[in-house]
């Protein structure tokens, strides 16, 4: 058995994309390896999505050229590497000009290729095989029907790529345009996860609701409709999506919150800012009143819905009044979790090119302000769970022994005591203890007592 080492950075489709090119490099005898240092391949899963992002990448080949050099050297062994993901698809030829070792490169319309790719790689040869076109053929027909079982939570990915032109977004020069895979093809896979002990699907995409397909009743579908039909499958107990674009929020999807049960009480719906100044400049096409809109319509449907964003502060001619609006946003709005960055001028995108870049100790001072009351709210989510019972899956072991680790409704990290055959089971707890990223949860027993 040869070993394979698949190192992830980015979104979580990046997680589904490692996963499915381990199940193309399985027929050619790859398995996974615990580490790089024995590893016959290595594929590097890239994310462009910030600055760091990208130079986190070039740090690590770094390392990796001393494991290669060493493995031919004292061990006449080949060590093959591959650069796949947003920064392959962004800067190929610049990777193999910085690090000339890297044997192949891949991007997310193109992994698929990798098989082909690897029978093309002459034993010692110095050449690098570099792959990023977006192709005709859609990747999803190549992707193997073979696939090793993903644990009680999978994903599943519906949808790629962007046609939204964020202005300070690479995605939609990374992953292409729109896509969206066809109802049949999703459900094939859908039942196949689940076969495999899958309990709880997460469906994926960029810009996830945006999805729309032909149905078997030769109705055009809506990723509500698609919710509808998962929820069907016999097994399939808890439907996730992610990410949403406010724009791409129909009635119907939100409407799915109150009558499909399998779909999961929380949402993830970033907005980026709360000025409409900023909102324009960016590109989103909605105002901050409409984003508030959309969430009073979803606690209509759903009153206890979860929900969570995404914050960008530093944005170029971003203002103090500008900031000031954001943070009443989220008070507005109020969070569950959210994710808040820094700006990061990416090259290509619209905003690089914009004058009045925000001073980096004004973003950081913002992001620091932004941060603690996003935390206060995610605490005082947290806090109010504190006593209540809910139904959660139990996912894996957690660091330490005898306890585990297993995910709220709400999307909650809980911690746990108890045996570890119980992963893959969805069981009530109480929740006992909130932390600020975790809550503790007792096991109830079948009278209901903690
Ligand atoms: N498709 C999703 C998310 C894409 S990227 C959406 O429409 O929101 C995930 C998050 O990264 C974004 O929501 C945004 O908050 C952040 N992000 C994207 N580009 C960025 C940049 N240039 N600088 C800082 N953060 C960025
Ligand atoms: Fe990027 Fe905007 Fe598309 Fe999200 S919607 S992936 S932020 S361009
Ligand atoms: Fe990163 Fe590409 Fe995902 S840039 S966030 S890995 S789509």
Redesign the pocket.
């Known amino acids: 058995m040869k070993q394979l080492y698949i190192k992830t950075w980015g ?1 979580q489709m990046n997680v589904y994309d490692s996963d499915r090119m381990a199940d193309l490099l399985a027929p050619l005898g790859y398995g996974p390896a615990s580490g790089p240092e024995n590893a016959d391949m290595v594929i590097l899963n890239t994310c462009h ?2 600055e760091k992002a990208a130079e986190k990448m070039f740090s690590e080949l770094g390392r990796l050229r001393k494991l290669k050099d060493r493995a031919a050297d004292q061990q006449g062994r080949e060590m093959r590497i591959a650069v796949a993901g947003c920064v392959a698809q962004a800067e190929g030829a610049e990777i193999t000009r910085r690090a000339p070792f890297v044997d192949m490169v891949v991007g997310p319309q193109t992994y698929h290729r990798l098989p082909e790719l690897v029978s093309q790689l002459d034993p010692g040869a110095r050449r690098h095989l570099v792959d990023t076109e977006f192709p005709a053929e859609a990747k999803f027909d190549s992707l193997p029907e073979e696939a090793s079982p993903r644990g009680p939570a999978a994903f599943l990915s519906v949808q790629e790529g ?1 046609d ?1 032109f ?1 202005s ?4 939609p020069y990374t992953r292409g345009a729109e896509f969206s895979r066809p109802v049949e093809q999703i459900l094939v896979e859908a039942k196949r996860l689940v076969a495999q002990g899958s309990r709880e699907l997460t469906l994926l995409g ?2 996830v609701n945006a999805w729309h397909g032909q149905g078997p009743d030769g109705r055009e579908w809506g990723l509500g409709r698609l919710l509808r039909q998962l929820a069907e499958i016999d097994g399939l107990d808890r439907l996730r999506y992610t ?1 949403s ?1 406010p724009l791409d929020m129909d009635e119907d999807l939100m409407m799915a919150h109150r009558d499909v049960p399998a779909l999961m009480p929380y949402l993830h719906l ?1 907005v ?1 800012s709360g000025s409409d100044r900023i909102l324009q400049a960016m590109n989103r096409r909605h105002t901050a009143a409409d984003y508030l809109k959309i969430l009073d319509r979803l606690r209509q449907y759903r009153p206890d819905i979860a929900l969570s964003g ?3 502060v530093g944005f170029p001619g971003e203002t103090d009044r500008d900031f000031a609006d954001t943070l009443k946003l989220v008070d507005a709005a109020g969070y569950a979790a959210a ?1 808040s ?6 090259p290509g ?1 619209p ?1 690089a090119g914009q004058t009045d870049q925000v001073e980096a100790q004004v973003s950081a001072d913002r992001l620091a302000a932004l941060q603690q009351v996003l935390d206060a709210w995610q605490m005082a989510f947290n806090k109010q769970t504190e006593g209540s019972q809910m139904d959660i899956l139990i996912e894996k072991s957690a660091g330490r022994p005898g306890q585990l680790a297993a995910r709220s409704p709400y999307m909650q990290s809980v911690y746990l005591d108890g045996p570890r055959d119980l992963i893959g089971q969805i069981l009530p707890v109480v929740i006992s203890e909130a932390g600020q990223n975790s809550v503790r949860a007792s096991l109830l027993d079948a009278k209901g007592a903690a």
């Open positions: 979104c999505i910030r962007c939204k964020c300070f977004c690479v995605v960029q810009n990410t674009h970033p980026q995404d914050f960008i994710y960055f820094k700006y990061s001028a990416r995108t905003a």
